[in-house]
């Protein structure tokens, strides 16, 4: 999305998404500028995560996620998918679509990352990320 890669795993295999409950994701320590995600909400939803640097500092930033419902961004995200359908745990709901956001997260700290915290809202969905190094 945008020249910015992302990897999905095969379908089928598990859950597709991770509901934001606190998590931690340790990432490979490098210097970073950006944190790109797919992502939604199951309402437009603005929460922090905390980006944990090698020297032990740690960063509050924000992920804004406009809703799942298609309506424009909310927060400026690119829309990155829209569904034909609504696809619920029981049933499918044809012609009203979803819609997975590109949304991204700033690094501002010129250290190394280590890893991310994901805020404890489970509203938000977060369906990929990809790192994005800082260009010398």
Sequence with gaps: ?????FEFPPVCEGPDNVRCAGQFIKVPRDRYDWIHVLAASERRCEDTVELTFADGSVDAEPLR?????????????VRAFESLAMHYPHHVQRGVPAV???QRV???RRADLTGILLPRNVAMHIFA???????L
């Design 1 to 5: 999305m945008d020249g910015v890669p």
């Design 65 to 77: 996620v406009s809703d799942f419902w298609a309506a424009p961004a909310w927060f400026g995200e």
């Design 100 to 102: 997975m956001w590109a």
């Design 106 to 108: 700033a690094v501002t």
């Design 129 to 135: 990320v990809t790192l994005q190094r800082t260009e």
